[in-house]
């Protein structure tokens, strides 16, 4: 029975690679889910399932049973939420389609952008790069992401948003 969450989870795995693999676009460097999105779906998936499993079919003899696993409840579905966002991170960036060459950004839906008609790249409470060009396009780089770090480290070469505290990395 607890073999049961991590099939499921293997299960998980190979339909989101078969489902969602990574575009090849020759020439052009991605930026795609890393390891970190996908190591917390499966682990907050396993979790889910193995406490949900403890709380549906095991439960507790304990004096504080009924305690113990309203507890185990709430976690299973915290878990699950986890691994709902998780893999919602994953898919949202295989759809954006992020990918540069050389000083030309693409994205799905906007066509090739300049990296130097960059206007401002900042951060925001969330922690994802907010990128606005000449043109009204706007960009959402999800720092996490496998990749999104060169990104940002050519938008900022590119544009001469070195520092002295913060040298140009190429």
């Given at each position: 029975m607890l073999a049961g969450p991590a099939v499921l989870a293997l299960l998980l795995i190979v339909l989101s690679l078969s489902l969602f693999r990574a575009k090849a676009h020759a020439g052009w460097r991605c930026v795609t889910p890393g390891v970190g999105y996908w190591t917390a779906a499966v682990l907050c998936l396993a979790l889910a399932?193995?406490?949900?499993?403890?709380?549906?079919?095991?439960?507790?003899?304990?004096?504080?049973?009924?305690?113990?696993?309203?507890?185990?409840?709430?976690?299973?579905?915290?878990?699950?939420?986890?691994?709902?966002?998780?893999?919602?991170?994953?898919v949202g960036l295989h759809r954006l389609d992020l990918r540069w060459r050389g000083e030309t950004l693409r994205w799905s839906g906007s066509g090739d952008v300049p990296m130097r008609s960059l206007q401002s790249l900042r951060t925001n409470v969330l922690g994802f790069g907010a990128a606005r060009f000449q043109g009204g396009h706007m960009l959402a780089i999800d720092l996490a992401a496998a990749q999104a770090d060169q990104l940002v480290e050519r938008l900022e070469d590119v544009n001469g948003l070195a520092t002295e505290e913060w040298p140009p990395e190429h």
């Open positions: 399932g193995g406490i949900g499993w403890v709380w549906g079919f095991v439960g507790s003899t304990r004096e504080d049973a009924h305690f113990q696993m309203r507890i185990a409840w709430w976690l299973s579905i915290l878990f699950g939420l986890g691994a709902v966002f998780a893999g919602w991170r994953i």
